[in-house]
């Protein structure tokens, strides 16, 4: 199947879905192809009476459906079915998602698509088997924590994964009894729209997913401090998250689950398996194009093999495959946009300028789009802007030590702590530093999430609060009652 295609021969829906209603908008922020630069649509922007129309909108599908309260089977029937449907109609979706993205077409049907379809499928299995409990307490009392759907439920995804981070969010929601008002980043908006009509084609009672396509300031602070919203799921940037808590804090309280930067370490001891560790390391970091959170974009090497492991780590990196992100051959992502390429060149330029040694990259690729090289900075201190802000690009820092101690010091993040990585064949030492990493997730001798969905994943520090994927994100979208009866 060859998915390559046309950019300008796709047609876009350009608009908002409440109910079962697309609703035709003018593109108010110009976007542009990460692949090309060519401007190619702009995204409407959803004010405070949209936003509450989809709010109304999705109050009275539960009322009608009664979605939280029908036999849990028929949810995770519905879910399986919407599942299903995405399956079938993943080459549609993967051209809206390659179009706008950083995604490449050929990664998508087999990738981002399979696994968002399979996240479905395993949040809809906890409708039907995960409840309330019964607790202990003397025998004159019965005592029950009862667990019971929020609501409506408004979630807020970034532009880097569209379609799966739609899915973590919505899976759990819906499993859990819930309606969604979701908002898309304004930069990837187009296969959300095209998800959430999927779901009412396979089934969905019409109005329990609702689309607003917009910016944060107006579109997402409408959501965030929207009284009838009971509780935010949000994924993206520290700066942002801060932004919401604060528009939070100002109107009014309801509980939140931030899912937010990071700028993880990865420790490779002189006795790990290297090639192993050469091809995670580098994966990881040009995933993307290292527009990923859990991105393990800080390299920590014991000091007698950094030479041999930056030799594997060069080589991988030269001869990345850069074609736009319709050609299905290209291996290799663009960056979301010229002012964030410019960004990760102004980043890079500071840290060579404070000692910083690139020894691969360093610059924007030639060519057309915002393609940027494949880059390694040695060098680096603490104190480096490389080592401190979140890149989000290609970018590796390489830093060695000689103990455990240092590797453990210079691994720790003043703000971040979402993900590390642990290089290592001594059980004992991967044990023991795992106990001490300061971060929501560490992989040892491997980088990156199974196909399980059943580690939750989020961070410490600054990095979020609560929990995507897993038993804790379908948990974080009901809320708990405490019974206790005199019988
Ligand atoms: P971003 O914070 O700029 O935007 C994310 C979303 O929030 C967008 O939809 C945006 O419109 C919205 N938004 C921005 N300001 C808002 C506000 N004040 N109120 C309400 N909504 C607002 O992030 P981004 O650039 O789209 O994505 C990259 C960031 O996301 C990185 O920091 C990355 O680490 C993070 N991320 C985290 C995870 C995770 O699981 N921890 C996963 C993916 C991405």
Same mark, same amino acid.
């Given at each position: 199947?060859?998915?390559?295609?046309?950019?300008? &021969?796709?047609?876009?829906?350009?608009?908002?879905?409440?109910?079962?209603?697309?609703?035709?908008?003018?593109?108010?922020?110009?976007?542009?192809?990460?692949?090309?630069?060519?401007?190619?649509?702009?995204? /409407?922007? *959803?004010?405070?009476?949209?936003?509450?129309?989809?709010?109304?909108?999705?109050?009275?599908? !539960?009322?009608?459906?009664?979605?939280?309260?029908?036999?849990?089977?028929?949810?995770?029937?519905?879910?399986?079915?919407?599942?299903?449907?995405?399956?079938?109609?993943?080459?549609?979706?993967?051209?809206?998602?390659?179009?706008?993205?950083?995604?490449?077409?050929?990664?998508?049907?087999?990738?981002?698509?399979?696994?968002?379809?399979? +996240?479905?499928?395993?949040?809809?299995?906890?409708?039907?088997?995960?409840?309330?409990? !019964?607790?202990?307490?003397?025998?004159?009392?019965?005592? @029950?924590? @009862?667990?019971?759907?929020? %609501?409506?439920? %408004?979630?807020?995804?970034?532009?880097?994964?569209?379609?799966?981070?739609?899915?973590?969010?919505?899976?759990?929601?819906?499993?859990?009894?819930?309606?969604?008002?979701?908002?898309?980043?304004?930069?990837?908006?187009?296969?959300?729209?095209?998800?959430?009509?999927?779901?009412? #084609?396979?089934?969905?009672?019409?109005?329990?997913?609702?689309?607003?396509?917009?910016?944060?300031?107006?579109?997402?602070?409408?959501?965030?401090?929207?009284?009838?919203? *009971?509780?935010?799921?949000?994924?993206?940037?520290? #700066?942002?998250?801060?932004?919401? @808590?604060?528009?939070?804090?100002?109107?009014?309280?309801?509980?939140?689950?931030?899912?937010?930067?990071?700028?993880? /370490?990865?420790?490779?001891?002189?006795?790990?398996?290297?090639?192993?560790?050469?091809?995670?390391?580098?994966?990881?970091?040009?995933?993307?194009?290292?527009?990923?959170?859990?991105?393990?974009?800080?390299?920590?090497?014991?000091?007698?093999?950094? *030479?041999?492991?930056?030799?594997?780590?060069?080589?991988?990196?030269?001869?990345?495959?850069?074609?736009?992100?319709?050609?299905?051959?290209?291996?290799? &992502?663009?960056?979301?946009?010229?002012?964030?390429?410019?960004?990760?060149?102004?980043?890079?330029?500071?840290?060579?300028?404070?000692?910083?040694?690139?020894?691969?990259?360093?610059?924007?690729?030639?060519?057309?789009?915002?393609?940027?090289?494949?880059?390694?900075?040695?060098?680096?201190?603490?104190?480096?802007?490389?080592?401190?802000?979140?890149?989000?690009?290609?970018?590796?820092?390489? +830093?060695? $030590?000689?103990?455990?101690?240092?590797?453990? +010091?210079?691994?720790?993040? /003043?703000?971040?702590?979402?993900?590390?990585?642990?290089?290592?064949?001594?059980?004992? #030492?991967?044990?023991?530093?795992?106990?001490?990493?300061?971060?929501?997730?560490?992989?040892?001798?491997?980088? %990156?999430? &199974?196909?399980?969905?059943?580690?939750?994943?989020?961070?410490?520090?600054? &990095?979020?609060?609560?929990?995507?994927?897993? #038993?804790?994100? $379908? +948990?974080?979208?009901?809320?708990?009652?405490?019974?206790?009866?005199?019988?």
């Amino acid at each position: 199947m060859d998915l390559s295609f046309d950019p300008d &021969s796709l047609s876009l829906p350009v608009g908002h879905f409440v109910g079962e209603h697309f609703i035709v908008a003018d593109g108010i922020i110009p976007m542009h192809r990460p692949s090309d630069g060519e401007a190619y649509a702009g995204c /409407p922007v *959803a004010d405070a009476d949209l936003v509450d129309q989809a709010v109304q909108t999705a109050k009275a599908a !539960l009322k009608e459906s009664n979605w939280g309260g029908v036999r849990p089977r028929e949810r995770l029937n519905v879910l399986h079915r919407w599942a299903d449907l995405i399956e079938q109609e993943a080459e549609t979706l993967a051209r809206l998602e390659a179009i706008a993205s950083t995604r490449p077409v050929g990664q998508l049907v087999d990738g981002d698509i399979a696994i968002s379809a399979e +996240q479905i499928r395993f949040f809809a299995e906890f409708a039907d088997k995960e409840g309330s409990d !019964l607790v202990p307490t003397d025998d004159g009392n019965l005592g @029950m924590i @009862m667990t019971e759907p929020y %609501g409506v439920v %408004g979630a807020i995804t970034p532009w880097n994964f569209p379609i799966n981070m739609a899915a973590w969010k919505l899976g759990p929601a819906l499993a859990a009894g819930n309606a969604v008002v979701l908002k898309p980043s304004e930069m990837t908006p187009f296969s959300t729209i095209y998800l959430a009509q999927l779901a009412v #084609r396979a089934g969905l009672p019409a109005g329990l997913i609702n689309v607003v396509l917009g910016d944060g300031i107006t579109t997402g602070s409408a959501m965030t401090g929207h009284p009838e919203i *009971a509780k935010i799921s949000f994924t993206g940037s520290t #700066r942002a998250g801060s932004a919401i @808590m604060e528009n939070i804090a100002r109107t009014g309280v309801k509980p939140m689950t931030l899912e937010l930067g990071g700028k993880s /370490p990865q420790i490779v001891f002189a006795d790990a398996d290297l090639d192993k560790a050469a091809a995670a390391i580098t994966a990881s970091i040009l995933g993307n194009a290292g527009q990923a959170c859990v991105a393990g974009s800080r390299l920590i090497v014991e000091k007698e093999i950094a *030479a041999r492991l930056i030799d594997a780590i060069k080589s991988r990196m030269d001869g990345v495959i850069a074609r736009p992100t319709w050609d299905a051959a290209s291996q290799y &992502s663009p960056i979301i946009s010229e002012r964030q390429r410019q960004r990760i060149d102004g980043i890079v330029s500071a840290s060579v300028s404070a000692g910083g040694d690139c020894l691969v990259g360093g610059a924007c690729m030639d060519g057309p789009g915002y393609f940027y090289a494949p880059t390694l900075v040695a060098g680096v201190d603490q104190n480096s802007p490389a080592i401190i802000e979140e890149i989000f690009g290609p970018v590796l820092t390489l +830093q060695t $030590f000689e103990d455990e101690e240092e590797a453990l +010091q210079l691994a720790d993040h /003043p703000s971040y702590g979402l993900a590390a990585g642990l290089f290592t064949r001594d059980l004992s #030492r991967a044990i023991r530093l795992t106990r001490r990493l300061q971060a929501g997730t560490v992989w040892v001798n491997r980088y %990156g999430r &199974s196909r399980d969905h059943i580690l939750p994943t989020g961070g410490y520090k600054q &990095s979020g609060i609560g929990k995507d994927l897993g #038993r804790e994100a $379908f +948990q974080a979208n009901r809320k708990s009652k405490s019974v206790l009866i005199s019988l």
